[in-house]
């Protein structure tokens, strides 16, 4: 009980952009001695397999969902009975190598905004560090539409596993997406890490990419 409670749950004083409001999921019918609330952390409710409550006039959320929403990764370290939080810090460059059709000339720079119908090959360059070391991490790319949608992925297989090196960090280089910007608005590219324990993969670095 008392790992469960630790790992799932945390006590937040205060976090910027998090709101409380009173509400009674179906959780409460067998603790009828808790108060429930309803959280919302920049405008996403925020949900867990235990509901946030209040307790002797303090506010208990989900840690796990909170951290994943913040971008953290969790993990619970048994030997040591505590919960281990973790904020990667990922450095993406995209590079933009489409063929310019006027001269036949690659054009290579950084580039954010786009032409509707243009065509793109988005080479993406990332490195992360601030992670366990000797480990691996499950990883991915994605581009996203305006209306969003994933439109791209820039690995072949759904689990892709990079291994921290002495310095708790990793590199991916050389990726490369090829296709059309067909829809107007903002395009995002989102790099994701699968949380410990976890199915889910938590974003950790987006770059956004504006069609006019």
Do not use: C
Not at 64 to 75: A, C, D, P, T
Not at 87 to 98: D, G, R, W, Y
Not at 134 to 160: A, R
Not at 182 to 195: N, V
């Amino acid at each position: 009980m008392k790992r469960k409670v630790v790992v799932l749950l945390v006590l937040l004083l205060s976090i910027t952009a998090l709101s409380v409001y009173a509400a009674v999921p179906l959780f409460f019918e067998k603790h009828k001695d808790l108060e429930s609330v309803r959280v919302t952390l920049n405008g996403n409710l925020i949900t867990g397999d235990v509901p946030p409550f209040i307790i002797e006039g303090r506010t208990v959320i989900p840690l796990r969902e909170v951290s994943q929403e913040l971008g953290l990764l969790v993990q619970w370290n048994q030997k040591k009975d505590q919960v281990q939080i973790y904020k990667p810090s990922v450095n993406m460059v995209v590079i933009n190598e489409a063929l310019n059709r006027d001269n036949n000339k690659t054009i290579v720079e950084p580039q954010r905004t786009f032409k509707q119908g243009a065509e793109y090959q988005l080479v993406i360059y990332a490195e992360v560090d601030h992670v366990p070391t000797s480990q691996s991490f499950d990883s991915k790319i994605v581009l996203v539409s305006p209306k969003g949608e994933e439109v791209h992925s820039f690995f072949k297989n759904d689990s892709n596993y990079f291994s921290t090196n002495k310095n708790s960090s990793f590199k991916v280089r050389n990726l490369v997406a090829k296709g059309t910007f067909t829809e107007l608005g903002d395009y995002k590219l989102l790099f994701k890490m699968k949380d410990f324990d976890s199915s889910n993969y938590v974003t950790l670095a987006e770059k956004v990419l504006t069609v006019e």
